[in-house]
């Protein structure tokens, strides 16, 4: 199998330490390949670029009769490129929620775990520019903020993944990938759940296909630039916080949240409620509708959570519900 040619070797050795990753063969890359087009490009571009400093895993979501061949498939490459792998097994098939959001549940919990017994330093997706642009269009259809418009991040931490996640290729784009993978020779899974009508992402991606106006790789920037919004408006509400919330007990003091920019402000109230609710940090149009009551000097309640006006803003458990006698 020929390798990645030089200079793409490079940009991806220059993506990667980008991100901080600095793999060894005691603290390798571990790799999420699905057996698709691009992390299968991710594949090959680690194996050569990394000799000995990586290893794989392939998550069966058991929602597809053809998923066991297809990690199967992903295994024998891995041997042939003598990269360690393995098959991660569970079921997305039931629960609460979306398929999608269930399978991604499942697959990061196995990730998280095989991060942990194989030592891993990082754990690398294979998200790209195409689907940077997707979810930036997906998100503003939605109306989402700044943090949803930011779309894909470089670098993320996970709940249940005991390293950092990162995506060395969100400045590559689909075909990129796919020509790396067709140079190979190798022919990659064939998802049908990618051609979904059922699933928002689908519609989208054909959007951005019959849409010439709709260029991937200025939406990818866009949703970069506001990645970097993101980031400095978190370092401000970070030091509002030390600044502005004060604890008595299991009260939390926000002190005179008139002065703030209402985004400071709808940041600082998530963050009061889910410190005293002992939950992440809220969002959502219910948290909206607190904050038009606080702003209004109406009292409100939020995941148990008691939010009273006045010059300062005071955030208490609420108090039990009585119950009938």
Do not use: K
């Not at 050795?13 to 057996?35: C, E, F, H, K």
């Not at 000995?52 to 392939?58: C, E, M, Q």
């Not at 059922?198 to 991606?205: P, Q, S």
Request: glycine share 12%.
């Amino acid at each position: 199998m020929p390798p990645p040619d030089d200079q793409r070797l490079t940009r991806f050795r220059a993506d990667l330490a980008t991100l901080g990753a600095a793999p060894t063969p005691a603290t390798p890359l571990g790799l999420a390949v699905s057996g698709g087009p691009d992390s299968l490009a991710l594949l090959i571009l680690a194996a050569a670029a990394l000799p000995g400093a990586i290893a794989a895993a392939t998550v069966d979501h058991g929602l597809r009769a053809g998923a066991p061949a297809e990690a199967r498939a992903v295994a024998d490459l891995c041997a042939l490129l003598g990269v360690p792998h393995r098959i991660l097994a569970g079921n997305a098939g039931g629960g609460r929620g979306s398929v999608q959001d269930r399978a991604r549940a499942l697959r990061y919990r196995l990730l998280g775990t095989w991060a942990a017994e194989a030592s891993l330093g990082w754990l690398a997706t294979a998200h790209h520019r195409d689907d940077q642009a997707e979810t930036f269009l997906m998100r503003a259809a939605r109306g989402s903020g700044v943090a949803g418009l930011a779309g894909v991040r470089g670098e993320v931490r996970l709940i249940g993944v005991p390293v950092p996640v990162i995506r060395p290729l969100l400045g590559w784009g689909r075909a990129d990938l796919g020509a790396i993978v067709a140079e190979a020779g190798i022919t990659p899974a064939d998802d049908p759940s990618n051609r979904d009508p059922a699933h928002d992402r689908t519609a989208f991606r054909a959007l951005l296909g019959r849409t010439p106006l709709l260029d991937a790789g200025r939406l990818a920037a866009a949703a970069a630039h506001l990645g970097e919004a993101e980031a400095a408006i978190a370092w401000a509400v970070a030091r509002l916080r030390a600044e502005r919330l004060t604890v008595v007990g299991d009260t939390l003091c926000l002190h005179d949240p008139a002065a703030l920019p209402r985004e400071f402000r709808r940041r600082l109230v998530a963050t009061a409620i889910g410190e005293v609710a002992g939950v992440s940090p809220l969002r959502g149009d219910a948290l909206d509708r607190l904050l038009r009551l606080l702003d209004a000097g109406r009292a409100g309640t939020l995941a148990g959570v008691v939010a009273r006006p006045g010059r300062d803003w005071i955030f208490r458990p609420a108090p039990p519900r009585r119950g009938l006698r």
